[in-house]
T-cell receptor, first 114, second 116 residues
Framework: GDSVTQMEGPVTLSEEACLTI???????????LFWYVQYPGEGLQLLLK?????DKGSNKGFEATYRKETTSFHLEKGSVQVSDSAVYFC?????????????FGAGTTVTVRA | NAGVMQNPRHLVRRRGQEARLRCSPM?????VYWYRQLPEEGLKFMVY????????ESGMPKERFSAEFPKEGPSILRIQQVVRGDSAAYFC??????????????FGPGTRLTVT
């Protein structure tokens, strides 16, 4: 079945450093891809998404490009802030009639130090 | 507009007891989804409900687990005769529609169930 593998954490960075979290997927058809973020004590929030190959999702300085040839959707940010400390989840939704069924990676905990 | 509410946030049960987890979707949302996150794993889909209907329960364990979303009130995930392997974080999400590439699921903060 469909699955997502993301980079293991935890990741600790200094403020203004570059962040990359790797995410690869296995899926049949043409899934949509997502990054969710969970801040301490809160629910998961959609950070960005891409629905077809070569689409680039972006939000709050984060970017990710849907690469069908490498089945990847890596998350990047050029200069992180302390407020970016959170758990980041890569996810996909199955194509076809079950596109409500999200499959998640295990999450990557990111801590940004001042 | 309040977000998705889940309660309790933390629940401790002894083996053999029942666990009831509640989820109030965002206002105007009639689609609810439950996910389970076991330790060191990603969230796994359990069930998709609309008001008074179970649409897809393909991710639910066959025994001891049930879910409902009544016409009035929150959605309930019920686990009977809990075992240690049920210890996990249970997340609820809601959406205004059920399908389509542009829709988004809004998640609650989760309920962390610990079975002792």
């Amino acid at each position: 079945g469909d699955s997502v593998t993301q980079m293991e954490g935890p990741v600790t960075l200094s403020e203004e450093a570059c962040l990359t979290i790797n995410c690869t997927y296995t899926a049949t058809g043409y899934p949509s891809l997502f990054w969710y973020v969970q801040y301490p004590g809160e629910g998961l929030q959609l950070l960005l998404k891409a629905t077809k190959a070569d689409d680039k999702g972006s939000n709050k300085g984060f970017e990710a490009t849907y690469r069908k040839e490498t089945t990847s959707f890596h998350l990047e940010k050029g200069s992180v802030q302390v407020s970016d400390s959170a758990v980041y989840f890569c996810a996909l939704s199955q194509s076809g009639g079950s596109d409500y069924k999200l499959s998640f990676g295990a999450g990557t905990t990111v801590t940004v130090r001042a | 507009n309040a977000g998705v509410m889940q309660n309790p946030r933390h629940l401790v049960r002894r083996r053999g007891q029942e666990a009831r987890l509640r989820c109030s979707p965002m206002k105007g949302h009639s689609h609810v989804y439950w996910y389970r996150q076991l330790p060191e794993e990603g969230l796994k889909f359990m069930v998709y409900l609309q008001k008074e209907n179970i649409i897809d329960e393909s991710g639910m364990p066959k025994e001891r687990f049930s879910a409902e979303f009544p016409k009035e009130g929150p959605s309930i995930l019920r686990i009977q005769q809990v075992v240690r392997g049920d210890s996990a974080a249970y997340f609820c999400a809601s959406s205004p529609t059920g399908t389509g590439k542009s829709y988004e699921q809004y998640f609650g903060p989760g309920t962390r169930l610990t079975v002792t």
